[in-house]
Structures are given as C-alpha cells and as structure tokens.
C-alpha cells in the first residue's frame, strides 16, 4: 500500500510539475488553472484520525468488506465505526469549514 501511495504522490508532483513548466494545455485546448488551497486547522485533525484509524485497523472503506469476508470478529468494530464516522461528518458538514 505504501507503494502505491508513494507512486502516486510522486506521479502528481512530477505531472504538476511539467504542467507548470510546459504551459500544458487540456484536450479542449484550455488552460489548466491549479488553484492554490489554504491550509487550515481540521485538515489536521481529520489526517491524523484517519491515519490512526488505517494503521489500527489495517483498512478502510474499500478494504473492510473483503476482511469480513474473513470473518474476523475485530473487523466489525471497524465497519461499525466507520458507518458511524460517516454519519458523523454527514451531520455536522454543514457546521465544518469546508468551500
């Protein structure tokens, strides 16, 4: 996994990268607009929950299906958690600072 994340941090930085030099252009001919996001606060807070939640558990959403299929016990903690981290965000995200 780690991989496969390293590959494609690595791809986007080399791709934006060429796109700046290069003066990239999309197929319809338009210029590719690369908006620069401000940093704030929660980002830090959701990445290090998220990240805790990936190295206890070992999966995320994709992920959590295959192992109940293994029928491990643990696993449906983390289904249940995750069910109930969604709902979570879907009852605050109008109250969180997003765009």
């Known amino acids: 996994m780690?991989?496969?994340i390293g590959?494609?941090?690595?791809?986007?930085?080399?791709?934006?990268?060429?796109?700046?030099?290069?003066?990239i252009?999309?197929?319809?001919?338009?210029?590719?607009?690369?908006?620069?996001?401000?940093?704030?606060?929660?980002?830090?807070?959701?990445?290090?929950t998220f990240?805790?939640?990936?190295?206890?558990?070992?999966a995320y959403r994709g992920p959590i299906y295959a192992q109940l299929r293994s029928?491990?016990?643990?696993?449906i903690v983390t289904l249940l958690s995750t069910i109930f981290g969604d709902w979570l965000f879907g009852k605050f995200r109008d109250k969180l600072p997003m765009r």
């Open 2 to 4: 780690y991989n496969v």
């Open 7 to 23: 590959t494609a941090v690595v791809t986007g930085i080399i791709s934006i990268f060429l796109i700046k030099k290069f003066n």
């Open 25 to 48: 252009k999309t197929i319809a001919i338009e210029k590719v607009k690369i908006q620069v996001k401000t940093f704030n606060k929660g980002q830090k807070y959701g990445g290090l």
């Open 51 to 58: 990240g805790m939640g990936l190295a206890i558990t070992g």
């Open 71 to 75: 029928a491990y016990f643990a696993i």
